[in-house]
C-alpha cells in the first residue's frame, strides 16, 4: 500500500469513508462462454411522491415479496407491498430502543427477524417483520473497528470481518464470531485474515488539515458471507474470488478468465478533475495531480459487488458498464462450487447490494439527477434454447 507524503496517521472512520467512496479448490472457466444468459422482466418501481427516498442505505425482500428499504437520512424502514404501495415504516432517528442514528444494513436472521446494523449507536437491533422491535444488542469486546461484512451462521450467532487496525498505513482485518443474547453481542472466536489486499491510499496532512483518499481506479477487499456462514473475499483489483475456511484455507476458488479493461487517458482526466479532488488541487497544486495521477494503475477493477440469493447462488457484478447498453452491467451467477450457471445484465446499482429472494430481484437504481428508486424484477431463467422459467 502506497501512501504519498509518509506516513498518515488517521482515524479508521476517516480512513473508511474514503474508502468506501469509491490452497486449492474448484476452478470455474469463463461464465460467458458456455452459460446461459437470464433476463428481468420489471414487477414494480418504487418511487415515493409523497415523501422521496433520502438515501437508501439497504433494501430486503420479504418472503411475500414485500419490500423493505432502509432510508439513511429519515432512519425509517419503509415498508411496500408487492405492488408497490407503502403500507408501513417503522424507527426514527434517535438513540432509543427501535431508533436509528447512522444504520447500514439490514439482513434477516435465521428465525425471521429483520436485523439492523446501526454504526453510529454500536448496535443491532432486531424487528419482526411487521416492525414489532424484538430486541437491541451491543457489542461487547468485539474487536472490529468498522466492518465490512456481517452475516448469520445460525440463531444468535452472527459473524463479522471488518477492520481491526485504526492505521491505514497498517491495515488488518479479522473474521470474527460472535453470539447474540440478553442484549449483548459477545466474540466468541477470532481469525486473522493477512491475505487481504487494500486499497491503494494517497494522502497529505500538514499544521492545519490532513486527508486520506482512494487512488482512483484502485481495487478495495469485497467479502460477503453466503447463507451458510462461510466466507468468500475478492479483491476488485483482481478476478478470482474465493471461498475461505475458519481454519485459513481456500474451499473454493471462482478464477474466470476475463480481460483487463485499460484506464483509459479520458478516464484519468474525468477521475483527476472530481470535485472531490478541489482540495488537493488548492493546497497541492498540479504538482498534487500529477503525484495522484502517477498512482492510478494501469487497469479497473473487475467487480464491483458480489452477493448470495436465498439458495445460496453467488451472483457477482462487474465494475464496468456494458459497451452496448452503458445503462447495464454484467452479472455472473456461480453455484455453491464455484461452478458458472447462467449470465445476465442489470442496471441496478451495486451499492447497496441487490437482493435476490424466490425469485426476485430488488435494488436501486438512479436516474441523471441522481434521484434514487428501488426496482423489482422477477428473475427469468433460461435454461439455453427452451422457455424462461
Not at 454500536?122 to 472490529?144: H, K, N, Q
Not at 498505513?169 to 442484549?183: C, D, K, L
Not at 500538514?206 to 487512488?215: A, F, G, I, R, W
Not at 473487475?302 to 452503458?326: C, I, K, N, Q, T
Request: hydrophobic share 40%.
Amino acid at each position: 500500500m502506497a501512501v504519498a507524503h509518509g506516513l498518515i496517521r488517521r482515524s479508521a472512520w476517516v480512513w473508511v469513508a474514503g474508502m468506501l467512496a469509491t490452497g486449492c479448490g474448484t476452478e470455474a472457466s469463463d461464465p460467458s462462454t458456455d452459460v446461459p444468459e437470464w433476463s428481468f422482466d420489471p414487477v414494480v418501481l418504487v418511487q415515493p411522491e409523497q415523501a422521496p427516498f433520502g438515501r437508501v442505505a439497504d433494501v430486503e425482500l420479504g418472503e411475500d415479496g414485500s419490500l423493505f428499504v432502509l432510508d439513511a437520512i429519515s432512519r425509517t424502514i419503509r415498508v411496500f407491498a408487492p405492488d408497490g404501495v407503502e403500507i408501513r415504516e417503522f424507527g426514527r432517528r434517535g438513540q432509543g430502543p427501535g431508533e436509528f442514528e447512522q444504520p447500514g444494513t439490514l439482513l434477516w436472521g435465521p428465525e425471521g427477524d429483520l436485523w439492523v446494523l446501526d454504526l453510529r449507536n454500536g448496535r443491532l437491533t432486531a424487528f419482526s417483520p411487521e416492525g414489532e422491535l424484538r430486541g437491541t444488542y451491543r457489542p461487547a469486546d468485539v474487536p472490529i473497528l468498522f466492518p465490512l461484512a456481517v452475516g448469520f451462521s445460525g440463531p444468535g450467532t452472527l459473524r463479522w470481518v471488518g477492520i481491526t487496525s485504526p492505521d491505514p498505513a497498517n491495515p488488518a482485518a479479522a473474521w470474527v464470531e460472535t453470539e447474540a443474547a440478553a442484549g449483548v453481542v459477545s466474540p466468541v472466536d477470532q481469525i486473522a485474515l493477512p491475505f487481504v489486499e487494500w486499497p491503494l491510499l494517497y494522502g497529505y496532512w500538514d499544521d492545519e488539515t490532513s486527508l486520506v483518499l482512494p487512488v482512483p481506479y484502485s481495487g478495495e477487499p469485497l467479502f460477503a458471507f453466503d447463507p451458510q456462514g462461510r466466507l468468500w473475499y475478492n479483491y476488485s483489483g483482481g478476478a478470482s474470488l474465493s471461498r475461505w475456511s475458519t481454519t485459513g484455507d481456500i474451499q473454493v476458488t471462482v478464477d474466470p478468465e476475463l480481460s483487463p479493461t485499460p484506464v483509459t487517458a479520458v478516464d484519468q482526466e474525468a477521475a483527476l478533475t472530481r470535485e472531490d479532488l478541489a482540495e488537493v488541487r488548492d493546497r497541492l497544486g498540479e504538482a498534487g495531480i500529477s503525484e495522484l495521477a502517477s498512482l492510478i494503475p494501469d487497469n479497473k477493477p473487475y467487480y464491483a459487488a458480489f452477493f448470495f440469493d436465498d439458495e445460496g447462488l453467488l451472483w457477482v457484478m462487474h465494475s464496468e458498464r456494458r459497451v452496448l447498453d452503458p445503462e447495464e452491467r454484467t452479472v455472473d451467477v456461480y453455484d455453491m462450487d464455484g461452478a458458472p450457471i447462467a449470465t445476465a445484465a442489470t442496471a441496478l446499482a451495486a451499492v447497496p447490494r441487490p437482493r435476490v429472494r424466490n425469485g426476485l430481484m430488488a435494488g436501486v437504481v438512479r436516474d441523471d439527477l441522481g434521484v434514487e428508486s428501488v426496482a423489482v424484477f422477477r428473475v427469468v431463467r433460461w435454461l439455453g434454447g427452451g422457455d424462461g422459467v
